[in-house]
């Protein structure tokens, strides 16, 4: 087991309806000496490609992003969460629908700060259903910017997301991928990397 795998299975907590709780460290408390071994192991992974920006997307996107931007020495876009309102014009915007929530937002991102030069590197928590992943996609290629990677703390393995991103082509890194758990006995199975 990794670092991450190592501290889920210590810290973390299995609730009903397949979802993983990491708010001891991870989404709620946060634990920053574990965003630094992320940063460090995300620049590792990615190392050689020439990312000059970090996007994510609010909320629990935005403090990993930003310790694993002072490892690559870049900015931080975090992708705002808006309800339905229009602001095309000044922003890209995407639909982002979560399955988790049910609900449905836009995702927007001023045109100020993505540009066609812009080699982005994606940024976030957790992977599922992969939709926060899509609109971010399509929020720099409308920008007509690249996607260098994208780097995910947890990816939940037995939802579909990361197979709909592999299967686009991108680099996807996720440090611990889950592919099962139990509420009642409380066990984690993580794939073999
Ligand atoms: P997606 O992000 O891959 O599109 O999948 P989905 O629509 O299912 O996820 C919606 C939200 O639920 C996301 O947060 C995601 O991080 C979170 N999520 C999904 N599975 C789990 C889980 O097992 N445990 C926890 N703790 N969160 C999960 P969000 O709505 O964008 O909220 P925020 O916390 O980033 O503000």
């Known amino acids: 087991m990794n670092f991450l795998e190592e501290r889920i299975v210590k810290d973390?907590?299995?609730?009903?309806g397949n979802v993983l709780k990491v708010d001891r460290f991870l989404n709620h408390q946060m634990d920053i000496?574990?965003?630094?071994?992320?940063?460090?192991?995300?620049?590792?992974r990615f190392e050689g490609k020439k990312i000059n920006k970090i996007l994510t997307?609010?909320?629990?996107?935005?403090?990993?992003?930003c310790i694993v931007a002072q490892y690559f020495h870049v900015p931080v876009v975090f992708a705002k969460k808006a309800k339905s309102?229009?602001?095309?014009?000044?922003?890209?915007?995407?639909?982002?629908?979560?399955?988790t929530h049910k609900v449905k937002n836009q995702v927007i991102v001023s045109k100020k700060v993505l540009s066609p030069e812009d080699r982005v590197l994606i940024i976030d928590d957790f992977l599922a259903n992969g939709c926060a992943l899509l609109g971010l996609i399509s929020i720099i290629q409308s920008a007509g910017a690249s996607v260098?990677?994208?780097?995910?703390a947890i990816e939940k393995g037995f939802q579909p997301g990361g197979t709909v991103i592999r299967n686009l082509g991108y680099q996807l890194e996720s440090?611990?991928?889950?592919?099962?758990?139990?509420?009642?006995?409380?066990?984690?199975?993580?794939?073999?990397q």
């Open 175 to 192: 440090l611990a991928i889950v592919e099962s758990m139990d509420e009642k006995t409380g066990e984690i199975v993580f794939r073999e």
């Open 33 to 44: 000496e574990l965003f630094n071994e992320m940063g460090k192991e995300f620049y590792k």
């Open 85 to 99: 309102i229009n602001i095309e014009g000044e922003s890209y915007v995407a639909d982002v629908e979560s399955f």
């Open 12 to 16: 973390g907590g299995v609730k009903e």
């Open 57 to 65: 997307i609010e909320a629990s996107g935005i403090g990993i992003a």
């Open 148 to 152: 260098e990677g994208i780097g995910i």
